[in-house]
């Protein structure tokens, strides 16, 4: 079965509404669960929350530090809190609250970055997190989670519910393409191999998940046989699927919609020197960050499609002939 034939990469729901949808659930099965909202619960989509259950959701103002604290105060009290913002906000503003009502006390707060990356288009770049994964990353304690699709958001929010510590789920405001069926199981830690190849392997996160998908395909058609792994789980990062890519193919392109010198790739690098170093390039935002414009344009303008990673991957390919 071709790339094409086992992918056929429907646009789905944004995964900013998948995390809302999935509060929902978790809010009718748990009375414990409480949601806090920094003046964007339209975005964020709590906004369906708040109206199933307006008793338990908090309103915080445009003042994330002020909510990520309540949100600890009520984590720590042994409530399931989520606490909602873009991505942006939520760490910049808050960063000294989740360093130390949080991550120092490793309380079980879930905080939810939404708009991330430059796909929030014409917000620009003021809203642009590009730096999110590695700020989270930081943070002692943290599982870091980002998610590819709706599907994967819905389950891994519910997962993100009952983990027994402080975590950061990185959501976007686009729709992207469907990856997985309903069903699929993920499990905090665990990467997910879509596709097995053995000339190179894309590994991945978010939305470029599915640009992966179609470098893969764009490969394919050229005779390359192209593996695809979503790392859904920035932290803890899969050791072992990292280090059999790197074994299998000794060929490996980091794609992400993050700076390169600080995200994803980076955390794949360190996997690769310790186990079997091998040939990378790292697929990202370079040291400056990205103009306004519609997400397309954005994406196409910054070489966030899957042409783009196909390209990337030739380079890689042409080291590894050397």
Same mark, same amino acid.
């Given at each position: *079965?071709s790339v094409?034939? =086992?992918?056929?990469l429907?646009?789905?729901?944004?995964?900013?509404?998948?995390?809302?949808?999935?509060?929902?659930?978790?809010?009718?099965?748990?009375?414990?669960?409480?949601?806090?909202?920094?003046?964007?619960?339209?975005?964020?989509f709590?906004?369906?929350?708040? =109206?199933?259950?307006p008793?338990?959701f908090?309103?915080?103002?445009?003042a994330?530090?002020? *909510?990520v604290?309540?949100?600890?105060?009520?984590a720590?009290?042994g409530?399931i809190?989520?606490?909602?913002?873009f991505?942006a906000?939520?760490l910049?503003?808050?960063?000294?609250q989740?360093?130390v009502?949080?991550a120092?006390?490793?309380?079980?707060?879930?905080?939810?970055?939404?708009h991330?990356?430059?796909?929030?288009?014409?917000?620009?770049?003021?809203?642009?997190?590009?730096?999110?994964?590695?700020?989270?990353?930081?943070?002692?304690?943290?599982?870091?989670i980002?998610?590819?699709?709706e599907?994967?958001?819905?389950?891994?929010v519910?997962?993100?519910?009952?983990?027994?510590?402080?975590?950061f789920?990185?959501?976007g405001?686009i729709?992207v393409?469907l990856?997985y069926?309903p069903?699929?199981?993920?499990?905090l830690?665990?990467?997910i191999?879509l596709l097995?190849?053995?000339?190179?392997?894309?590994?991945?996160?978010?939305?470029?998940v599915?640009?992966c998908?179609r470098?893969?395909?764009?490969?394919?058609a050229e005779?390359i046989?192209a593996?695809?792994?979503d790392i859904?789980?920035?932290?803890?990062?899969d050791?072992e699927?990292?280090?059999?890519?790197?074994?299998?193919?000794?060929?490996?392109?980091?794609?992400?919609?993050?700076f390169?010198?600080?995200?994803?790739?980076?955390?794949?690098?360190?996997?690769v020197?310790?186990?079997?170093?091998?040939?990378?390039e790292?697929?990202?935002?370079?040291d400056?960050?990205?103009?306004?414009?519609?997400?397309e344009?954005v994406l196409?303008?910054?070489k *966030?499609?899957?042409?783009?990673v196909?390209?990337?991957?030739?380079?890689?390919?042409?080291? =590894?002939?050397k």
């Amino acid at each position: *079965m071709s790339v094409k034939e =086992k992918f056929e990469l429907k646009l789905g729901a944004a995964t900013r509404e998948a995390f809302g949808k999935a509060l929902v659930e978790l809010g009718k099965a748990d009375s414990n669960v409480v949601v806090c909202d920094a003046d964007l619960s339209k975005s964020t989509f709590t906004h369906l929350f708040a =109206k199933e259950f307006p008793e338990r959701f908090f309103s915080c103002g445009i003042a994330e530090a002020n *909510m990520v604290s309540i949100g600890a105060g009520l984590a720590a009290s042994g409530k399931i809190a989520f606490v909602a913002s873009f991505s942006a906000f939520v760490l910049n503003k808050g960063f000294e609250q989740l360093r130390v009502n949080a991550a120092y006390s490793q309380v079980p707060l879930k905080v939810v970055g939404t708009h991330s990356g430059i796909s929030i288009g014409e917000d620009g770049p003021s809203q642009m997190s590009v730096e999110d994964l590695s700020l989270a990353c930081s943070l002692a304690g943290f599982t870091v989670i980002s998610p590819a699709d709706e599907v994967a958001t819905f389950e891994l929010v519910k997962l993100a519910a009952y983990h027994d510590g402080p975590i950061f789920l990185r959501a976007g405001r686009i729709k992207v393409p469907l990856i997985y069926a309903p069903g699929q199981k993920f499990e905090l830690g665990k990467a997910i191999t879509l596709l097995e190849g053995s000339d190179i392997t894309l590994i991945s996160t978010g939305l470029m998940v599915a640009e992966c998908i179609r470098a893969a395909a764009i490969l394919e058609a050229e005779g390359i046989s192209a593996g695809v792994i979503d790392i859904h789980t920035i932290k803890p990062i899969d050791r072992e699927a990292i280090a059999k890519a790197a074994g299998t193919t000794g060929c490996i392109v980091v794609a992400e919609e993050h700076f390169t010198e600080s995200g994803l790739g980076v955390k794949v690098a360190q996997v690769v020197c310790e186990t079997n170093p091998c040939i990378m390039e790292f697929h990202g935002m370079g040291d400056f960050y990205a103009e306004s414009g519609t997400p397309e344009e954005v994406l196409v303008k910054y070489k *966030m499609t899957g042409k783009d990673v196909a390209d990337t991957a030739r380079k890689a390919l042409a080291r =590894k002939q050397k």
